[in-house]
């Protein structure tokens, strides 16, 4: 789930790259570990998804920050759900996971899931550490099932 942060370009025009580099490298640091703290920690699965990259263009002159949190979950808490049923997946006939509530493990074979919130640690955390840092900072969010034509077909 890349988001996006853009230095104001009046401030960047002329300036060396080493120069602009260290302070990149530390919004996509600090935002990592801004989003790590707002993620609520069961597994840590999420928690532990995530990376950041610093990575130049030398031909384009750019340089580009970018946090990614690559669990399956992600994106659903980020943007939260709507109401779903889960079911297990083939070959399986029954779902198995603890319920806090009852406090035991238990087998159904489907749940009604009332969907959830979104937390949206990801850019939370890149408007609080790119501001801080004197950034423009605008948020892109991918969609894994956005996809167009041509990426569909393997083109």
């Known amino acids: 789930m890349p988001s996006r942060v853009e230095w104001d370009e009046f401030e960047v025009i002329g300036q060396p790259l080493r ?28 928690s532990e998804s995530g990376h950041e990259f610093t990575f130049e263009d030398l031909a384009a002159g ?8 690559t669990s399956d979950i992600a994106l659903a808490v980020h943007e939260g759900t709507s109401a779903h049923i889960i079911r297990p997946r083939p070959p399986r006939r029954s779902l198995k996971f603890y319920w806090p509530k009852v406090g035991m493990t238990v087998f159904p ?3 009604h899931h009332p969907g959830a919130r ?13 501001r801080a840092l004197g950034f423009k900072v605008t948020i892109n969010v991918r969609r894994r099932t956005q996809q167009t034509a041509g990426q569909r077909r393997g083109a």
């Open 19 to 46: 120069l602009v580099r260290p302070k990149v490298e530390r919004c996509t640091r600090d935002t990592l570990r801004v989003a790590r703290a707002f993620i609520h920690n069961r597994t840590g699965a999420l």
């Open 62 to 69: 750019t340089l580009d920050g970018e946090v990614n949190f």
């Open 109 to 111: 074979r489907l749940v």
């Open 118 to 130: 979104p937390n949206q640690y990801l850019t939370d955390a890149l408007r609080i550490v790119g």
